[in-house]
């Protein structure tokens, strides 16, 4: 059941960071029952989910949390990008993870009552659902046995941070780039960077300068074309093996 829109109500300023949000009516069960979180939910439990959340439009900049907010919701991407940040004392950025349709995100404070541990921001226009922590936590309460959904899921975060940290000690700068366009990319040969060139070094780890100077050598050797931020993968396999 997907529920047309109504008209979106004047923008208002995110609490924490004075980014604009709109907010848009109307959550459908649908597009809740497809998040794996709730996948375990009857009818009933998903109207009132869905009855409590509300959708947000988001342009690309726009800031929805930062880092060591005190949070009450988490969030599923209905369409567009946004980018879990990291920031340094020295003021540098890392991003540790990108969320795009489908992906849910900021829910860790829902199980250990802690603050945001990351900034979250659009990279590009999206909308996302945002889901308030008090009925999810009513539902565990009353149901335990769906606690196994949140188990499954934090065990798949445990995974992808295991991976990241393999990446940093057994891959070079060169490799973890390769990595990374390969993982924008997906299955499509020609694709553009959802980030800036700073966004993109940050989620490699490294310089701007030396993420710039591996897609150069990428270019130099006919793996791939570039022009400005569109690509063109000539040579999967060589990439993919420069990426292990």
Known sequence: ????????????????????????????????????LFQDLDDVALTDLA??????QLQRGDV????????????????GRLAMVNRSIDG?????????????????????????????????????IAIPYEPIRRLYDERPTLLWRAVELLAGRLRVVDGVLADSVFLDVT???AKRLLEIAGDAD???????????AGMVGASRERVNKAIASFVKLGWIE???????????????????
Request: glycine share 4%; hydrophobic share 35%; charged share 35%.
């Open 1 to 36: 059941m997907i529920e047309v829109l109504a008209a979106a109500e004047p923008p208002r300023l995110c609490p924490s960071t004075a980014q604009m949000v709109y907010r848009l009516a109307m959550v459908g069960i649908e597009q809740l029952r497809s998040v794996a």
């Open 51 to 56: 009855r409590r959340s509300e959708r947000r």
């Open 64 to 79: 929805l949390f930062t880092e060591n907010d005190e949070p009450d919701e988490l969030f599923v991407v209905l369409s």
């Open 92 to 128: 540098r950025e890392s991003v540790v993870a990108l969320m795009e349709k489908g992906d849910l995100f900021g829910e860790m404070p829902l199980f250990d009552g802690r603050d945001r541990s990351t900034d979250g921001r659009s990279l590009e226009p999206s909308e996302v």
């Open 175 to 177: 490799g973890r780039t």
């Open 190 to 200: 020609d694709f553009s960077l959802p980030v800036t060139q700073e966004e993109l």
């Open 226 to 244: 570039q022009r400005d931020r569109r690509y063109h993968i000539v040579n999967r396999d060589q990439l993919e093996l420069r990426s292990r």
